[in-house]
């Protein structure tokens, strides 16, 4: 006999999964194949708890462990909400009920509280923490009838964070916002846009999630709320993929925001903000998931990102969450590999160059020019980028016209015709010695691309870390997209995590995000007290919006908390060294897999003095290179430079050597203008967000001699 129930799995049952001994979580998966293929076999040993909720029951995976589960007869529908060792599992399951919202129809997972209500407790509650909130109110924000006396009751900000796990997850997320001090309409505003409907997908008609709210768990099984914490098992290959890795939980569950941007149907480009550890990425990849379900097979799509090694992990990524066919239709390429294979394949024969060969060339180019003016070479070198190559103005007619904002030393027009001999110069020499910089080679490769007839072949371009990237490169990537159309091009980013000092406007590139953009909000990686101050970094730096807005960042929250950040100042290296064995040995002692701990530096020297160090201490070490993923089947304490961990993150991170003149490095700071060196101070500021913000747990910061000027 087919069957016809459905069985779901909630994250809670994930998190309780990961942490069972190797073996039982293989009896586990076996016994949840079995589970799905028939839950009413005799060997399921389905049986009724004395709990709170009817629905509540137990089933057998051997002598000593047991699940829990929900199961709704009327709809045929079983949620697997909790596994562990028989005592625990009972103990936790004593209390639990599992229901559909009267208000929102999502799904929830929470204890039931006894708090008698009484004319003395309504007074009480008037200065609690959600006590000045209306029944109706605290109704909207999700809150269960029955639960609204509990939470009326606590008293503060620590007493809620601790009863985080006997709240529904929705609840709690709701009324943190509320408990940050935002208000109540704005949060309910935020929660209706993010469950509201998606427009219709390419001329599919999508039915709405805001069915009328019954009781039936298959119908709240489809509610975009409960897809946060639910997923409904469809077959044995999804089954043992999810549970290969339970606590990647970003490959399964979504977000209603993130469900929605994932979905949705643009009309033409869109724009993705977000600070540290909100999903950008996670997004971006599923955008690319879902795109690549719905084109034909002969399309593909372009997902870049800007450096090598990001377009490695996402690779590593896109291969957990993705079919093979889906793979087959995903291009992965870092901008400038895209750009060198491009201009290769036509038969371009200029060589991109980078670093110090470009400075010398600039450095031969002041020399060749015999200009008047008295600036270094690098000056020259930042108005090129900074100026020239935006704004295309590779004539002296047009660098005499040209905008110079946000540049600090003054220029007539006679100094321009000055400087022009420099960058005549510069071009000479690329010419002469078949070099490019990767600004000149993307306005050739656009030029190219144009002039060859080149027919695009993606039908849709995805942009991680946007931010990034030059106008070069987004005029460029709007020249191989074509013209506007729908979902043509999908940019994720963040300004507060700019480290390699572009500075790109959308809409002077030609793509128009203007009523096409999202905020992500939720910080699903660090803590709340690892997020505060490593945002306080940025305190009085206006950031923008990858266009001609600004980017405040103040929305982003975490629902997860922990201890701040530890700061430590040693006398000299060999004390920092001491107390960084003694922090990974408490943390072995805790149980914490090496491979969990990454040592954060500034320079490349710096991580190979580190690595040298810690393997001379018996540790086994892992680098983190360019232009290669993090490898987790080797174990070993990963170790990398500030640069190399953005968009990795790791349970436990330190950042040693957190000295003066190191961070900020010395080194990186432009001194040719006042405004480039203040925004190498913010780049360096940016580099020090990023690295802190890696960590789940918890982050360290040590210093030794005299601290970094960033350190609060």
């Given at each position: 006999?087919?069957?016809?129930?459905?069985?779901?799995?909630?994250?809670?049952?994930?998190?309780?999964?990961?942490?069972?001994?190797?073996?039982?979580?293989?009896?586990?998966?076996?016994?949840?194949?079995?589970?799905?293929?028939?839950?009413?076999?005799?060997?399921?040993?389905?049986?009724?708890?004395?709990?709170?909720?009817?629905?509540?029951?137990?089933?057998?995976?051997?002598?000593?462990?047991?699940?829990?589960?929900?199961?709704?007869?009327?709809?045929?529908?079983?949620?697997?909400?909790?596994?562990?060792?028989?005592?625990?599992?009972?103990?936790?399951?004593?209390?639990?009920?599992?229901?559909?919202?009267?208000?929102?129809?999502?799904?929830?997972?929470?204890?039931?509280?006894?708090?008698?209500?009484?004319?003395?407790?309504?007074?009480?509650?008037?200065?609690?923490?959600?006590?000045?909130?209306?029944?109706?109110?605290?109704?909207?924000?999700?809150?269960?009838?029955?639960?609204?006396?509990?939470?009326?009751?606590?008293?503060?900000?620590?007493?809620?964070?601790?009863?985080?796990?006997?709240?529904?997850?929705?609840?709690?997320?709701?009324?943190?916002?509320?408990?940050?001090?935002?208000?109540?309409?704005?949060?309910?505003?935020?929660?209706?846009?993010?469950?509201?409907?998606?427009?219709?997908?390419?001329?599919?008609?999508?039915?709405?999630?805001?069915?009328?709210?019954?009781?039936d768990f298959s119908v709240a099984l489809k509610n975009s709320e409960s897809k946060k914490s639910f997923v409904v098992i469809e077959g044995e290959e999804e089954l043992r993929r999810i549970m290969a890795e339970p606590l990647e939980k970003w490959r399964v569950f979504l977000h209603p925001t993130q469900r929605k941007i994932v979905q949705k149907n643009y009309k033409g480009s869109a724009r993705i903000l977000g600070g540290a550890g909100t999903g950008k990425t996670v997004v971006?990849?599923?955008?690319?998931?879902?795109?690549?379900?719905?084109?034909?097979?002969?399309?593909?799509?372009?997902?870049?990102?800007?450096?090598?090694?990001?377009?490695?992990?996402?690779?590593?990524?896109?291969?957990?969450?993705?079919?093979?066919?889906?793979?087959?239709?995903?291009?992965?390429?870092?901008?400038?590999?895209?750009?060198?294979?491009?201009?290769?394949?036509?038969?371009?024969?200029?060589?991109?160059?980078?670093?110090?060969?470009?400075?010398?060339?600039?450095?031969?180019?002041?020399?060749?020019?015999?200009?008047?003016?008295?600036?270094?070479?690098?000056?020259?070198?930042?108005?090129?980028?900074?100026?020239?190559?935006?704004?295309?103005?590779?004539?002296?007619?047009?660098?005499?016209?040209?905008?110079?904002?946000?540049?600090?030393?003054?220029?007539?027009?006679?100094?321009?015709?000055?400087?022009?001999?420099?960058?005549?110069?510069?071009?000479?020499?690329?010419?002469?010695?078949?070099?490019?910089?990767?600004?000149?080679?993307?306005?050739?490769?656009?030029?190219?691309?144009?002039?060859s007839g080149t027919k695009n072949k993606y039908a849709h371009i995805i942009v991680d870390e946007g931010q990034d990237f030059s106008d070069n490169a987004f005029r460029l990537l709007r020249t191989v997209a074509g013209e506007e159309r729908p979902n043509d091009i999908f940019i994720v980013g963040d300004s507060h995590q700019r480290i390699y000092n572009n500075y790109p406007t959308l809409s002077r590139c030609g793509i128009n995000v203007r009523g096409r953009s999202s905020i992500?909000?939720?910080?699903?990686?660090?803590?709340?007290?690892?997020?505060?101050?490593?945002?306080?970094?940025?305190?009085?730096?206006?950031?923008?919006?990858?266009?001609?807005?600004?980017?405040?960042?103040?929305?982003?929250?975490?629902?997860?908390?922990?201890?701040?950040?530890?700061?430590?100042?040693?006398?000299?290296?060999?004390?920092?060294?001491?107390?960084?064995?003694?922090?990974?040995?408490?943390?072995?002692?805790?149980?914490?897999?090496?491979?969990?701990?990454?040592?954060?530096?500034?320079?490349?020297?710096l991580v190979k003095d580190y690595s040298a160090q810690l393997t001379k201490s018996g540790y086994s070490v892992y680098q983190i290179k360019r232009s290669k993923a993090d490898d987790l089947s080797h174990d070993g304490i990963r170790i990398a430079t500030m640069h190399r961990v953005k968009g990795l993150e790791f349970q436990y991170v330190f950042i040693v050597s957190a000295n003066n003149r190191i961070v900020p490095l010395e080194s990186a700071i432009d001194q040719s203008d006042?405004?480039?060196?203040?925004?190498?101070?913010?780049?360096?500021?940016?580099?020090?967000?990023?690295?802190?913000?890696?960590?789940?747990?918890?982050?360290?910061?040590?210093?030794?001699?005299?601290?970094?000027?960033?350190?609060?």
């Amino acid at each position: 006999m087919e069957n016809t129930a459905t069985v779901a799995i909630s994250s809670d049952f994930l998190t309780a999964f990961s942490k069972l001994p190797r073996q039982i979580q293989g009896k586990v998966t076996e016994f949840i194949n079995k589970f799905r293929i028939n839950p009413k076999s005799p060997g399921i040993n389905l049986e009724k708890l004395p709990s709170i909720d009817k629905n509540i029951r137990s089933v057998r995976i051997d002598n000593t462990y047991r699940g829990i589960v929900s199961y709704q007869e009327e709809s045929s529908v079983y949620l697997l909400l909790w596994v562990d060792h028989h005592d625990e599992a009972y103990e936790w399951a004593k209390r639990k009920t599992c229901r559909v919202n009267s208000k929102t129809g999502a799904l929830q997972v929470f204890d039931v509280q006894n708090i008698e209500v009484t004319e003395e407790t309504k007074v009480s509650t008037t200065s609690t923490l959600f006590g000045g909130l209306t029944k109706d109110v605290m109704i909207e924000l999700g809150a269960p009838q029955d639960l609204i006396p509990f939470l009326k009751s606590i008293p503060d900000k620590d007493t809620f964070n601790a009863n985080k796990d006997k709240l529904p997850s929705d609840v709690y997320e709701n009324f943190s916002w509320i408990a940050e001090g935002f208000d109540p309409k704005e949060i309910i505003d935020m929660i209706k846009a993010d469950t509201s409907d998606t427009e219709p997908d390419q001329g599919e008609t999508e039915k709405s999630e805001s069915l009328l709210v019954t009781e039936d768990f298959s119908v709240a099984l489809k509610n975009s709320e409960s897809k946060k914490s639910f997923v409904v098992i469809e077959g044995e290959e999804e089954l043992r993929r999810i549970m290969a890795e339970p606590l990647e939980k970003w490959r399964v569950f979504l977000h209603p925001t993130q469900r929605k941007i994932v979905q949705k149907n643009y009309k033409g480009s869109a724009r993705i903000l977000g600070g540290a550890g909100t999903g950008k990425t996670v997004v971006a990849m599923h955008r690319a998931k879902y795109l690549a379900s719905k084109i034909n097979d002969d399309e593909r799509i372009l997902f870049t990102t800007f450096t090598a090694n990001l377009a490695e992990d996402i690779k590593s990524n896109l291969r957990k969450i993705c079919t093979l066919e889906e793979l087959h239709k995903i291009e992965v390429i870092n901008i400038d590999a895209w750009v060198m294979r491009f201009l290769s394949e036509i038969g371009f024969s200029a060589k991109i160059e980078y670093g110090e060969e470009i400075d010398k060339l600039w450095d031969r180019a002041v020399v060749n020019s015999l200009s008047e003016l008295d600036f270094p070479w690098s000056f020259y070198k930042d108005e090129w980028n900074r100026v020239v190559i935006p704004q295309e103005a590779l004539s002296l007619e047009k660098y005499v016209k040209a905008k110079r904002t946000g540049r600090g030393v003054r220029l007539d027009r006679k100094k321009r015709i000055e400087v022009w001999k420099v960058f005549d110069a510069y071009l000479s020499l690329m010419k002469e010695e078949q070099i490019r910089d990767i600004n000149m080679a993307m306005y050739e490769c656009s030029k190219l691309f144009t002039s060859s007839g080149t027919k695009n072949k993606y039908a849709h371009i995805i942009v991680d870390e946007g931010q990034d990237f030059s106008d070069n490169a987004f005029r460029l990537l709007r020249t191989v997209a074509g013209e506007e159309r729908p979902n043509d091009i999908f940019i994720v980013g963040d300004s507060h995590q700019r480290i390699y000092n572009n500075y790109p406007t959308l809409s002077r590139c030609g793509i128009n995000v203007r009523g096409r953009s999202s905020i992500l909000k939720i910080n699903y990686r660090t803590t709340e007290e690892t997020r505060r101050y490593a945002f306080a970094l940025l305190n009085g730096i206006s950031f923008d919006d990858l266009d001609d807005g600004v980017d405040l960042g103040d929305k982003c929250r975490s629902l997860v908390h922990g201890e701040a950040p530890v700061v430590k100042c040693f006398a000299d290296a060999n004390e920092e060294l001491c107390y960084l064995n003694d922090c990974i040995s408490d943390l072995q002692d805790r149980c914490v897999p090496l491979k969990n701990i990454c040592i954060v530096a500034r320079t490349n020297q710096l991580v190979k003095d580190y690595s040298a160090q810690l393997t001379k201490s018996g540790y086994s070490v892992y680098q983190i290179k360019r232009s290669k993923a993090d490898d987790l089947s080797h174990d070993g304490i990963r170790i990398a430079t500030m640069h190399r961990v953005k968009g990795l993150e790791f349970q436990y991170v330190f950042i040693v050597s957190a000295n003066n003149r190191i961070v900020p490095l010395e080194s990186a700071i432009d001194q040719s203008d006042p405004i480039a060196e203040r925004e190498s101070y913010t780049a360096e500021k940016c580099l020090l967000y990023v690295a802190l913000t890696r960590a789940q747990k918890r982050a360290y910061i040590t210093a030794y001699g005299k601290k970094s000027e960033f350190i609060i």
